[in-house]
T-cell receptor, first 112, second 113 residues
Framework: GEDVEQSLFLSVREGDSSVINCTYT??????LYWYKQEPGAGLQLLTY?????DMKQDQRLTVLLNKKDKHLSLRIADTQTGDSAIYFC????????????FGTGTKLQVIP | DAMVIQNPRYQVTQFGKPVTLSCSQT?????MYWYQQKSSQAPKLLFH???????NEADTPDNFQSRRPNTSFCFLDIRSPGLGDAAMYLC????????????FGPGTRLLVL
């Protein structure tokens, strides 16, 4: 079955870049997503990448996809205190009803 | 403008007392999902509706049921809540055939006393 792994915690200083990593197992994944969850709130879609892409940039966010290694990363440039949250990586499988599987989440702490 | 609305945001119930959580959407999406998220864990899919077709995950307990009376509304019924059912319950919607992005509501936090 699908499995998505993330490191649990990342701490960075305000203004630095943050890189959150994710590995997945389903090589047939079509879409890969990054969601942000603030305390007590639902999940907010930040960005996504289609599996035939290597990179996607959206303002301060850069997503890199290495399909060979099944590795996905999210880089946040000029990290701000408002970026403090839990970040979930998710993959969408092919076949069936194309279930989305979430990683365990990485808690990003931004130090002023 | 809220697109996926969940009510209530916080729900307290007693052990064994049935409870219903509600979700509504203004997006006219044909797919709706219910997830359970326990503290410091990933959201876990309970079931979803593809139009009117109900799809249950294999490991979703029988204690959890769902109703979708129309496109806009979906309900999660917990027939006999146990202490282990205390969690955040997230509703999400998607339109099939597009970018396949799921849009999440703010969640309902359930406390079981």
């Amino acid at each position: 079955g699908e499995d998505v792994e993330q490191s649990l915690f990342l701490s960075v200083r305000e203004g630095d870049s943050s890189v959150i990593n994710c590995t997945y197992t389903d090589s047939s994944s079509t879409y890969l997503y990054w969601y942000k969850q603030e305390p007590g709130a639902g999940l907010q879609l930040l960005t996504y990448i289609f599996s035939n892409m290597d990179m996607k940039q959206d303002q301060r966010l850069t997503v890199l996809l290495n399909k060979k290694d099944k590795h996905l990363s999210l880089r946040i440039a000029d990290t701000q205190t408002g970026d403090s949250a839990i970040y979930f990586c998710a993959e969408r499988a092919t076949g069936g009803y194309q279930k989305v599987t979430f990683g365990t989440g990485t808690k990003l702490q931004v130090i002023p | 403008d809220a697109m996926v609305i969940q009510n209530p945001r916080y729900q307290v119930t007693q052990f064994g007392k049935p409870v219903t959580l509600s979700c509504s959407q203004t997006l006219n999406h044909n797919v709706m999902y219910w997830y359970q998220q326990k503290s410091s864990q990933a959201p876990k899919l309970l079931f979803h509706y593809y139009d009117k077709d109900f799809n249950n995950e294999a490991d979703t307990p029988d204690n959890f049921q769902s109703r979708r009376p129309n496109t806009s509304f979906c309900f999660l019924d917990i027939r006999s809540p146990g202490l282990g059912d205390a969690a955040m319950y997230l509703c999400a919607t998607r339109v099939s055939g597009g970018q396949e992005t799921q849009y999440f509501g703010p969640g309902t936090r359930l406390l079981v006393l």
